[in-house]
């Protein structure tokens, strides 16, 4: 009766190795990436994640082979660390309580909220904008002057793109437009300035990662090599573009 242990340690050997193969499966297959509402960079309005930050994605990470699925979820939870254990890449941005626990394939990039005005005059305080014509970016984020947004006393002009706003600038139907820098900068190149000179400060600054892969994933440094080695690789051939801290494709430039 020798062969009874030997054939339940038998049975007991492969249900745990096919128990194995069926979390390695998963993992390969259910990779989770947590991201946040922050058009033009992440925006789920139409029921898909689109953005220049989920563009950038995508890329990389069909250049590394990985099936990775996008979530749209309020930031607290990924601030407050509360995500399934399949999510092993959060969009994040830098705090140094939290930095700790994310490895990061891609540098970090900057996020600009600005304002851009033709006569340069020196702003101080939100005082100095009431009673001013004001382009705004329908549906962008402003950060912590949403006020200007909500506020009466500021006369705002929201545009359907900022090219738009631009356009409004220059023809001086507004006195200035406050929107992201990344957008403005794609968008000015299909304006005709005809020899003026638009100035801007930057009223806002956000530093993070499109992608931080979490630490204590079981995976976590294999995806950070596939996803650096394919950032590098996109890098090198020009998919991608990284200068003065800003990360987008370079056909989002």
């Known amino acids: 009766m020798f062969w009874m242990p030997r054939l339940v340690f038998g049975f007991v050997l492969v249900a745990i190795q096919t128990f194995a193969w069926g979390l390695e499966f998963d993992l390969e297959h259910d990779i989770g990436h947590y991201t946040l509402y922050y058009p033009p960079y992440w925006d789920n309005t139409d029921g898909k994640i689109t953005g220049l930050h989920a563009r950038l994605s995508r890329r990389l990470y069909e250049k590394a082979g990985l099936n990775v699925k996008m979530e749209v979820v309020p930031y607290a939870r990924i ?149 650096k080695n394919a950032y590098e690789s996109l890098t090198e051939s020009g998919v991608v573009s990284y200068k003065n801290n800003r990360l987008l494709l370079s056909e989002d430039l």
Do not use: C, M
């Open 79 to 227: 601030h407050q660390f509360l995500q399934p254990k399949e999510v092993a890449i959060v969009a994040y941005g830098a705090n140094p309580q939290t930095d700790h626990r994310y490895l990061y394939p891609i540098p970090q990039t900057t996020i600009e909220l600005k304002i851009y005005g033709l006569y340069a005059e020196p702003l101080t305080s939100l005082k100095q904008l009431v009673g001013k014509d004001i382009a705004i970016k329908r549906g962008f984020p402003l950060g912590g002057y949403e006020i200007i947004r909500e506020d009466k006393r500021y006369l705002t002009v929201s545009s359907n793109t900022v090219e738009q706003a631009i356009r409004l600038l220059l023809l001086e139907r507004v006195d200035y437009i406050i929107t992201l820098n990344d957008p403005f900068q794609k968008d000015i190149k299909k304006v005709n300035l005809s020899g003026k000179k638009i100035w801007s400060r930057t009223l806002e600054k956000l530093d993070g990662w499109p992608i931080a892969v979490v630490k204590s994933h079981p995976r976590s440094q294999e995806l950070y090599d596939k996803i």
